[in-house]
């Protein structure tokens, strides 16, 4: 089994690209199933503020946002087409938007009564009320508007329309996936799988990509609880970092994304790469931990 061990929940369409990934990788994995809303205290003994779904870890090193993810899975699975810095231009800027805009759309597409059953069901009536309230509360605090419903609906169609065109072949952009096809996926899986909403009807190629997509399942998991979690995070020390030249380095830093759930994680800066800054955070039920965030989307400040 790999060390990967990710803190997600069933109904999180980022979860479901890297759930996806690591079913392509064919890497073993470790799930903590985590609140569909914070508080997530075990959770954020090891990131902090940091409260976006899902996060990865490998012993004393928690990985947020999954475009850091990705680079993890790829890196561990030997499959560099998974790392979105791996890919050209064209495909990075694909990513931007599916993953934020087309996300936004998609989201509000989903949305209706057909959701509002699953989430109950999974959760507790007074669990959905709170989630509803939680998601309210973090769209007014949002840097991005979500689109109205006639808007999304037009922005999805559009996109759809767009994937089709893409499809002249067996993915997006070649004959094999790439960090994209995950990434288009995921948004369209909360549309069509969950909301049971079968908008790719119409485009006989998205469809078939889609089941192609499906097919490489979820890989092999094994369930741990978050205090399992808590002590792999307690019994490791972080891995080695490379140090940056950066201004703010060694100093207390927090660092937020820049979009929708902008709650910073604080530490002390103490490295990363082109890619990624890491923060020493010193817990008390685990000892140090690293938190590995993304530069692109994201602002550091002096703490
Ligand atoms: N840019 C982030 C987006 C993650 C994201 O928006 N996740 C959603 C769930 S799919 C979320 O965290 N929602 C708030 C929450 O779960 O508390 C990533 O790539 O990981």
């Given at each position: ?18 759930r996806?990934?690591l ?18 205290p075990?959770?954020?003994?090891m ?13 004393a ?5 999954t475009?850091?993810?990705?680079t ?6 030997g499959?560099?087409e ?16 599916v ?18 059953g ?7 009536l007074?669990e ?14 949002a840097r991005?508007k979500?689109l ?17 065109q ?36 119409a ?21 741990i ?23 703010l ?14 709650t910073?994680?604080?530490g ?10 890491v ?5 008390e039920?685990?000892?140090a ?8 989307g994201f602002?550091i400040?002096?703490?």
């Amino acid at each position: 089994m790999s060390a990967l061990i990710l803190h997600h929940y069933p109904m999180s369409p980022f979860s479901e690209k890297i759930r996806l990934m690591l079913g392509y990788s064919g890497l073993s994995w470790q799930s903590v199933s985590v609140r569909e809303l914070p508080p997530r205290p075990e959770l954020a003994e090891m990131v902090g503020g940091y409260r976006k779904i899902p996060v990865a870890q490998i012993g004393a090193d928690l990985f947020c946002d999954t475009r850091i993810i990705a680079t993890e899975i790829a890196r561990l699975s030997g499959k560099p087409e998974l790392a979105l810095e791996n890919n050209d231009e064209a495909v990075q800027a694909f990513v931007r938007v599916v993953d934020l805009e087309v996300f936004l759309a998609c989201l509000v597409s989903a949305s209706g009564s057909k959701m509002l059953g699953k989430l109950i069901k999974s959760t507790s009536l007074l669990e959905a009320m709170r989630f509803l309230k939680d998601r309210i509360n973090m769209g007014r605090n949002a840097r991005v508007k979500a689109l109205g419903p006639k808007q999304a609906k037009e922005r999805v169609q559009e996109h759809l329309v767009s994937l089709e065109q893409m499809l002249k072949q067996d993915f997006l952009f070649g004959d094999s996936p790439n960090n994209a096809d995950f990434a288009a996926f995921h948004s369209l899986w909360f549309v069509c799988d969950l909301a049971e909403k079968p908008v790719t009807l119409a485009f006989p190629k998205v469809h078939q990509w889609m089941d192609r997509m499906r097919a490489f399942g979820h890989g092999n998991q094994t369930p741990i609880s978050s205090d399992d979690a808590l002590d792999i995070a307690r019994e490791n020390e972080p891995r080695p970092v490379s140090r940056t030249a950066e201004k703010l380095m060694d100093q207390s830093v927090s660092i937020a994304p820049n979009d929708y759930g902008r709650t910073p994680v604080t530490g002390l800066l103490v490295g990363g790469d082109e890619q990624r800054r890491v923060i020493n955070r010193d817990t008390e039920r685990c000892g140090a931990v690293h938190v590995h965030l993304p530069r692109q989307g994201f602002s550091i400040r002096e703490h």
